[in-house]
């Protein structure tokens, strides 16, 4: 049983990438996803989710916009399409899922499922 976070790697600034969350032994439709990151020196900090059956969305400020989340329950698997990237995107993604009967949240406590991190380095 466990999450998947892939895509990430090294772009310019402006470019574009997809994260990949997929999810191993169990149902990822049964669940609310969020994307979080960590860079360097600094706490986690919630960028986006989205409801189990993909009808709610949320992102914060700092992301809107430039990124989008997606699922597709069928292959078990959430996105994070981002674009526009900054050097201040630059850190550690991790996706995780949560149980959430109408929404989504990006509350990091409590939340039974997290994927292992994939680096994105946005630098010329």
């Known amino acids: 049983v466990q999450l998947q976070a892939s895509g990430g790697g090294l772009v310019q600034p402006g470019g574009s990438l997809r994260l990949s969350c997929a999810a191993s032994?169990?149902?990822?439709?049964?669940?609310?996803v969020g994307w979080f990151r960590q860079a360097p020196g600094t706490e986690r900090e919630g960028l986006s989710c989205?409801?189990?059956?993909?009808?709610?969305?949320y992102y914060e400020p700092t992301v809107k916009g430039r990124f989008t989340i997606s699922r597709d329950n069928a292959k078990n698997t959430v996105y994070l399409e981002m674009k526009n990237l900054k050097p201040d995107d630059t850190a550690v993604y991790y996706c995780?899922?949560?149980?959430?009967?109408?929404?989504?949240?990006?509350?990091?406590?409590?939340?039974?499922?997290w994927g292992q991190g994939t680096l994105v380095t946005v630098s010329s």
């Open positions: 995780s899922a949560e149980i959430h009967h109408v929404g989504c949240t990006i509350v990091q406590n409590g939340r039974p499922y």
């Open positions: 989205i409801s189990d059956h993909g009808l709610v969305t």
């Open positions: 032994g169990f149902a990822l439709g049964d669940y609310a």
